[in-house]
């Protein structure tokens, strides 16, 4: 057994049974083997329902879309967001979360508009005979 498993052993957090597989990992399953897509999402299932919520609503996705969508809707500035999503930068931040961010620019520029006025309307221009 490694000293990470005797460590979690000893802390109670894993229970050594029979079933038992050294893997060496940090995040394993009771039985030491890898977490699963459908092991979080069965735990995170019922975290939801101990919350009073209904665990086939949510996902870890649809968790990570509200955090985005609070902290824009609250105006955090979209680097701080991009970061604290793990994103390298502001595009993927942008891309996969548009439909959220965009209506909390919109609002900004509108505040803006009111703020200085709209910019007076250009009219076209006629096309020069040539």
């Not at 394993?28 to 699963?36: D, K, L």
């Not at 502001?90 to 961010?101: A, G």
């Not at 209506?103 to 200085?116: C, E, L, N, S």
């Amino acid at each position: 057994m490694s000293e990470l498993s005797r460590l979690a052993v000893g802390r109670g957090s894993v229970l050594p049974t029979a079933r038992w597989q050294d893997t060496k990992l940090i995040f394993c399953t009771r039985t030491g083997t890898p977490v699963t897509a459908h092991n979080v999402r069965r735990d995170f299932r019922k975290v939801v329902e101990e919350a009073g919520l209904t665990g086939r609503e949510w996902s870890p996705r649809e968790l990570r879309h509200s955090f985005v969508s609070v902290l824009s809707d609250s105006g955090v500035p979209i680097e701080d967001i991009s970061r604290l999503v793990g994103h390298s930068n502001t595009v993927v931040t942008e891309t996969v979360y548009r439909h959220q961010i965009r209506p909390v620019i919109m609002q900004r520029a509108a505040a803006m508009d009111k703020i200085f006025g709209k910019p007076p309307e250009t009219p076209p221009r006629a096309a020069s005979a040539s």
